[in-house]
């Protein structure tokens, strides 16, 4: 019988973990009389001496609906499989883990997470037989077994209002304007705010960009009597130049020139008249308050997870499928989700003439 369960949030934040946190306590509490315990910085809580956990309550948890960030801290460099010691030695230490979450008389641990926390859940599962319940988050939207994560819409909104506001500025310059977003595979967050936010180039890691195209887009927007440009970048989103890098070449070329911005910039110059900007995004996409309906998908996954637990369908994560939130196996979670290249997302982006540079 559940009395004791642990929650805790891992790898980057994302709009909307408060309130999942939130969600998951008033009704594990009030419907099931369960004490809720927090686990500090994802795994790291339970593997530390002293512990560092917290006995969450709906009284602690007042405020925290549209709270940014998460109180529970969270890190990605916590897997208790690969644990990075003082000295920099990698060890095991998921035995720990297990006893600590034995000791602590936890009936298992939900965890809030992206693709990376996901894996380490199943493994505590399958490996340490500790019961899990995942609960997806990336403000990138890019799991496969969810229609959606929370965070991402608060991402975009955030994209496309900075859209917005380079567009102004590029247009009473005569400038072109380059707008680095995150997305590091996959181009969900450029390909929603950039066709929200009328962008005419975007740039996505999952199609190689021919630099002739995007300048030849450029000068044809000149000659029809819009001599301005905005144009969204993806972290990840490379020229086709860098076809068949590795991975890790691909990062030392997005190194190298200072991101994927810099790269597109570089690219135009001398192919293109106008004087061109840069503006890189970065953290403002994942800090600050969640969106409307990031609160409500994270309020839905947070009392989701409670029904599992109840249930005693540990192994499993919740997901939102065509509207409706129940859980799927942790096994497909951390299958990542890229832009469907023939999609209607992609359709519609053609449809107004967005280009791709492929
Ligand atoms: O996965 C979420 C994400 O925001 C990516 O889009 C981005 O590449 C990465 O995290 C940044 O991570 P960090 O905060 O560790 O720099």
Redesign the pocket.
Known sequence: MVTRVGILTGG?DAPGLNAVIRAFVKFATREYGWEVVGVEDAFNGLMESPRRLQILTPVTCRGLLHRGGTVLGTT?RGDPFAWQERDGSISDRSQELADAVRDEGLAGLVCIG?DGSQRIALRLMQEMDIPVIGVPK???NDLSATDCTFGFQSAVDIATDALDRLHTTAESHERVLFLEV???DTGHIALTAGIAGGADIILIPEIPWDPARLADKIRRRRSSGRPFSVVVVA?GALPISANGLSDTERKARLKAAGGAGAIAMAELEGKVDHEMRLCVLG?LQ?GGSPVPFDRLLATRFGACAVELVAQGRWGEMVALQSGSVDGVPLEEAAITRFVDLSGNLMRTARAVDVEFGG
């Open positions: 980057g990605n992206g990336t403000i990138d995150m997305g590091r972290e953290h994942r």
